[in-house]
C-alpha cells in the first residue's frame, strides 16, 4: 500500500528509538525521568527531531493527482459541538466537534494504559512513534468471522504475538464491561457514537477498536486502510492532540473531543493521512460493516495506473 511503511518495526514500549537512533539521543531519552520537568522537555524535543527526520525521509512524493488538486482547507473550528457536518463535495466525509468531555476521555485513556501495565495487551510499537493496541467491540463477531476478517493483520504484533492472534489474543470489550473496568462503559458509549452521528454507520456492526499513540512529529502517512480487516467504514475520535488531517485534496484540523469518519469514496477511492505536530496524539479508531470492497480501487495518477516499477521513476 502506497505510504505506508514496513510492519516488521515492533519494539518493547519503553525502547526510545527505532534501532539505529543516534546513541546521544537514545542516552537522553532514557535518563530523562531521572532530571525533572527540563530534561523531559528534551527528551520530547528530541523526540520531535528524531521522528520529523523519519517520517520526512520516508514520505513518498506526490501524485500526479495531488499535484493537480491541491488540499483545500475545510473550516470546521468554528461548529458547534455534538453536531454532525458532512463534507459538501466529497462523498461520505463527516466531522463531530467536541463529541466527549475531558473526564470521559480520561478514563477511556486509563483502559488502554491499564491494559498494557496488567500485560493484558502490551502497547505494540507497529512504526516509530506510532503504538497500537486492539479491541473487540460490544457485542463482539463470531469467531468464524474474526478469522475469516481479522486472521493476518501484522499491525498490532509479531507472528505469535498476542497482537497477532485476533480470537484468542485480543482483548474484548465485553469482559472489560463484565470486570467493571474503568473506561470500559465510556469505550462502549464511544463505539455507538459514530453509529448515532453518521447515518450510513448506523446498520452496520462495529468490527474492532485501536488505541493509537502517536508521538509528537510522527505521522500517520497517506494510505487506504487494507481490506478486510479496515473494514467498510471507519471513525476516529481525538482523545488528545491536535494535527491537521487529510482525506483526498480535503485538509482540516482536529482537536481533543473531535470524531470524523469516512466511508465510499472517501474511505475507498482516496488516500487519508494524519500530519505530525508538535505534541503526542491518542486517539482511538473504530471500524465499521462487513460488506467492504474485495479489493481496493487502483488510484488515479500513481505508478501503479501507470504500469511503472518504482525504479523506472528515477531514471
Known amino acids: 500500500e502506497r505510504g505506508q511503511v514496513s510492519t516488521k518495526l515492533g519494539s518493547p514500549r519503553g525502547a526510545p528509538w527505532a534501532p539505529g537512533a543516534p546513541a ?4 537522553a531519552s532514557s535518563c530523562a525521568d531521572s532530571r525533572g520537568p527540563m530534561a523531559r522537555g528534551v527528551r520530547g524535543f528530541l523526540r520531535y527531531l528524531c521522528n520529523t527526520a523519519f517520517y520526512t525521509a520516508v514520505r513518498r512524493p506526490p ?9 483545500v482547507p475545510w473550516d470546521v473550528l468554528s461548529s458547534p459541538a ?3 457536518l458532512r463534507h459538501p463535495t466529497l462523498d461520505a466525509l463527516w466531522l ?6 475531558s473526564t470521559e476521555m480520561a478514563r477511556i485513556r486509563s483502559l488502554f494504559e491499564q491494559l498494557h501495565h496488567s500485560g493484558r495487551f502490551p502497547w505494540y510499537t507497529y512504526e516509530p512513534g506510532r503504538e497500537m493496541i486492539p479491541i473487540h467491540a460490544a457485542p463482539g463477531l463470531d469467531d468464524d468471522v474474526k478469522r475469516r476478517v481479522l486472521q493476518g493483520i501484522e499491525v498490532f504484533g509479531e507472528p505469535g504475538s498476542l497482537g497477532s492472534d485476533p480470537v484468542g489474543g485480543w482483548p474484548r470489550l465485553s469482559d472489560l464491561l463484565g470486570d467493571s473496568s474503568v473506561g470500559s462503559a465510556e469505550l462502549l458509549a464511544l463505539q455507538r457514537l459514530p453509529q448515532e ?3 450510513d454507520f448506523a446498520p452496520q456492526p462495529c468490527i474492532f477498536l485501536q488505541a493509537q499513540a502517536l508521538e509528537r512529529g510522527a505521522e500517520v502517512t497517506p494510505h487506504r486502510d487494507a481490506v478486510p480487516y479496515g473494514g467498510d467504514m471507519i471513525a476516529t475520535l ?3 492532540g ?3 488531517v487529510r482525506v483526498g485534496s480535503v485538509r482540516f484540523p482536529v482537536e481533543p473531543g473531535d470524531l470524523y469518519g469516512i466511508a465510499r469514496s472517501a474511505r475507498y477511492d482516496v488516500e487519508h493521512e ?7 496524539r491518542f486517539s482511538i479508531t473504530m471500524r465499521y460493516g462487513l460488506d467492504f470492497r474485495d479489493e481496493l480501487p487502483t488510484l488515479l495518477g500513481s505508478a501503479t495506473e501507470a504500469k511503472l516499477h518504482t525504479s523506472e521513476l528515477f531514471l
Do not use: K, Y
Not at 501524485?63 to 488540499?71: F, R
Not at 494524519?274 to 503526542?280: F, I, L, N, W
Open 197 to 199: 452521528l453518521f447515518e
Open 82 to 84: 455534538r453536531v454532525a
Open 24 to 27: 546521544a539521543v537514545a542516552a
Open 242 to 244: 491536535s494535527n491537521q
Open 96 to 101: 463531530v466537534r467536541r463529541c466527549l468531555d
Open 238 to 240: 481525538v482523545v488528545e
Open 274 to 280: 494524519v500530519r505530525g505536530a508538535s505534541a503526542d
Open 63 to 71: 501524485t500526479a493527482q495531488e499535484i493537480q488538486e491541491p488540499c
